[in-house]
Nanobody
Framework: QVQLVESGGGLVQAGGSLRLSCLAS????????MGWFRQVPGKEREFVSH????????NYADSVKGRFTISRDISKNLGYLQMNNLKPEDTAVYYC??????????WGQGTQVTVSS
């Protein structure tokens, strides 16, 4: 079992920055992937970025490439999503999740990000 807690969301003006954190606890040893997703009410949850916990390989959605950076601190069991040059369309609830095998099995409760124009 893995527990995830996101933090760092808030209200920011367009062009601003936020850094989201995801603290993992429980059975966090071994190789897994941490991903960030976002969801707007009435729409499906969409992939934002992921990072392999051991090798640190990363992947990004086209909509955030060049603006968002994912990272992790293994010693602290923390994952990060640095979001720069935020746009109103980035407004959403952001979730972190980790895989069990190849499936994202464990999810955090989400943190709201609101970008005003």
């Amino acid at each position: 079992q893995v527990q995830l807690v996101e933090s760092g969301g808030g209200l920011v003006q367009a062009g601003g920055s936020l850094r989201l954190s995801c603290l993992a606890s429980g059975r966090t040893s071994g190789s897994f992937t941490m991903g960030w997703f976002r969801q707007v009410p009435g729409k499906e949850r969409e992939f934002v970025s992921h990072i392999s916990w051991i090798g640190a390989s990363t992947n990004y959605a086209d909509s955030v490439k060049g603006r968002f950076t994912i990272s992790r601190d293994i010693s602290k069991n923390l994952g990060y999503l640095q979001m720069n040059n935020l746009k109103p369309e980035d407004t959403a609830v952001y979730y972190c999740a980790v895989t069990y095998g190849v499936v994202y099995k464990y999810w955090g409760q989400g943190t709201q990000v609101t970008v005003s124009s």
